[in-house]
């Protein structure tokens, strides 16, 4: 019962400085997007882990490996807070990278239980190999350094994603579904923050990299947590 009302509270809580959050990038006011930005990833981890320790202690190997996904996230979120600066730019994409690394190790089983048909593996690999070449092309004006950072970050994304995929073929079940959702959307979310870094962007780009980026979370976290229902 106290579980149960303390990750309410935790995920009230994050609701509230996501949509808090999204506002400040809506009404482009600097001050409150540094205030929220570090609340965000912190609130996930509380409610997940307070799922996670409390209903199934003895799943020690996903609690550590989420909480690491986590907490890469969050520190990724605070060196973007002055990603104008290209050693934070950096240490941002690193971080989300380890998070991303994170995520497959707790999924990375799916591949080996749910091996997909070789038909499957090769349109995935032809869709992941656009993928990619759409980041390089995208990216091109960039630096050498930024080129292959952002090649790195898209390969592991795409990892995370076809361990969804296996996953979602394997199980059918509601939790593959967000996991695999959640990763689109991350996809989606990084892409547009390419745009934006490549000066592309739209009026808006910010909000909905955030928005994306954060329903990406919500949605995988949720179904990690879903796993050992």
Same mark, same amino acid.
């Given at each position: 019962?106290?579980?149960?009302?303390?990750?309410?509270?935790?995920?009230?809580? /994050? *609701?509230?400085?996501? %949509?808090?959050?999204?506002?400040?990038?809506?009404?482009?006011? @600097? +001050? $409150?997007?540094?205030?929220?930005?570090?609340?965000?990833?912190?609130?996930?981890?509380?409610?997940?882990?307070?799922?996670?320790?409390?209903?199934?202690?003895?799943?020690?190997?996903?609690?550590?490996?989420?909480?690491?996904?986590?907490?890469?996230?969050?520190?990724?979120?605070?060196?973007?807070?002055?990603?104008?600066?290209?050693?934070?730019?950096?240490?941002?994409?690193?971080?989300?990278?380890?998070?991303?690394?994170?995520?497959?190790?707790?999924?990375?089983?799916?591949?080996?239980?749910?091996?997909?048909?070789?038909?499957?593996?090769?349109? /995935? *690999?032809?869709?992941? %190999?656009?993928?990619?070449?759409?980041?390089?092309?995208?990216? @091109? +004006? $960039?630096?050498?350094?930024?080129?292959?950072?952002?090649?790195?970050?898209?390969?592991?994304?795409?990892?995370?994603?076809?361990?969804?995929?296996?996953?979602?073929?394997?199980?059918?079940?509601?939790?593959?579904?967000?996991?695999?959702?959640?990763?689109?959307?991350?996809?989606?979310?990084?892409?547009?923050?390419?745009?934006?870094?490549?000066?592309?962007?739209?009026?808006?780009?910010?909000?909905?990299?955030?928005?994306?980026?954060?329903?990406?979370?919500?949605?995988?976290?949720?179904?990690?947590?879903?796993?050992?229902?």
């Amino acid at each position: 019962m106290i579980t149960n009302i303390f990750f309410l509270i935790s995920c009230t809580f /994050f *609701i509230i400085a996501s %949509t808090l959050h999204l506002i400040a990038y809506a009404k482009s006011n @600097r +001050k $409150l997007q540094i205030i929220t930005k570090p609340m965000l990833m912190p609130l996930i981890l509380a409610s997940s882990i307070l799922v996670l320790t409390f209903r199934w202690p003895d799943s020690k190997n996903l609690i550590i490996f989420t909480s690491f996904a986590i907490t890469f996230a969050c520190m990724g979120n605070i060196f973007f807070i002055r990603q104008e600066r290209i050693k934070m730019l950096v240490f941002g994409i690193l971080f989300f990278g380890l998070s991303n690394l994170n995520w497959i190790v707790i999924l990375f089983p799916s591949i080996k239980l749910f091996p997909l048909n070789p038909f499957f593996k090769i349109a /995935f *690999i032809l869709f992941y %190999t656009g993928i990619i070449f759409i980041s390089i092309f995208t990216g @091109r +004006k $960039l630096s050498k350094a930024k080129i292959a950072l952002i090649t790195a970050f898209a390969l592991i994304l795409c990892a995370l994603n076809y361990a969804t995929i296996a996953t979602l073929i394997g199980t059918r079940t509601l939790y593959s579904l967000l996991q695999f959702f959640g990763t689109i959307l991350l996809m989606a979310a990084s892409y547009l923050y390419l745009m934006n870094l490549c000066g592309k962007s739209t009026k808006n780009n910010q909000f909905f990299v955030m928005l994306t980026y954060l329903v990406a979370q919500a949605l995988i976290s949720a179904g990690i947590i879903m796993m050992i229902y």
